[in-house]
């Protein structure tokens, strides 16, 4: 089935630095969605995609949609303690039987130092 | 604006035996979907309903079936639980049309299967 690359695995840095993360497919995608998961918590939606190209902001978040549709790309800006937690992307492939069905990646593990 | 609920937060249930799970979805949504996340991975589509039909399914054997009642809100079952089965069961709902690619989630439901 479909399988979404996530990567880096996890992250470590300091309170205040960038953070970039990014999301690769081999086939595809109409959508492309960042969430972030906290402990014991569902998946929160933190950006949706829906065109290649496409460039969104959601405060210091900004994701990208790749222009080959099978990439995107996460960034927080100025990272700061409450940021930690994990971080997915998900995609919608392309083709109609797909529809609805989200595809996840395994996720980035940011943790923020103060 | 409730978001979306599920019930109960967490279960312990005994290999063999049989177990529901339940889901409210946000005010305004009609579609559900189940999702099963096993520790340390991404979620795993397990199956979506809307208009009380199943639209979706993912690659889950039929021990998983579901339901979906006209007030939108949708019941997971899963019988015959092996140990495999131990994960958190997240429910997402979203509102038909081009915005349905936005799946919103819940808490989650923590099953344990000893």
């Known amino acids: 089935g479909q399988q979404l690359n996530q990567s880096p695995q996890s992250m470590f840095i300091q309170e205040g630095e960038d953070v970039s993360m990014n999301c690769t497919s081999s086939?595809?995608?109409?959508?492309w969605l960042w969430y972030k998961q906290d402990p014991g918590e569902g998946p929160v939606l933190l950006i949706a995609?829906?065109?290649?190209?496409e460039l969104t902001s959601n405060g210091r978040l900004t994701a990208q949609f790749g222009i080959t549709r099978k990439d995107s790309f996460l960034n927080i800006s100025a990272s700061i303690p409450s940021d930690v937690g994990i971080y997915f992307c998900?995609?919608?492939?392309?083709?109609?039987?797909?529809?609805?069905?989200?595809?996840f990646g395994q996720g980035t593990i940011l943790t923020v130092h103060p | 604006d409730a978001g979306v609920t599920q019930s109960p937060t967490h279960l312990i249930k005994t290999r063999g035996q049989q177990v529901t799970l339940r889901c409210s979805p946000k005010?305004?949504?009609?579609?559900v979907s189940w999702y099963q996340q096993a520790l340390g991975q991404g979620p795993q589509f397990i199956f979506q309903?809307?208009?009380?039909?199943?639209?979706q399914r993912g690659n889950f054997p039929d021990r998983f079936s579901g339901h979906q009642f006209p007030n939108y809100s949708s019941e997971l079952n899963v019988n015959a639980l092996l140990l495999g089965d131990s994960a958190l069961y997240l429910c997402?709902?979203?509102?038909?049309?081009?915005?349905?690619?936005?799946?919103?989630f819940g808490p989650g439901t923590r099953l344990t299967v000893t």
């Open positions: 998900a995609g919608q492939p392309a083709g109609g039987t797909s529809y609805g069905k989200l595809t």
């Open positions: 086939s595809i995608f109409n959508t």
């Open positions: 309903y809307y208009e009380e039909e199943e639209r």
């Open positions: 995609l829906y065109k290649a190209g």
């Open positions: 997402a709902s979203s509102q038909t049309g081009r915005v349905s690619y936005e799946q919103y």
């Open positions: 005010s305004g949504h009609d579609t």
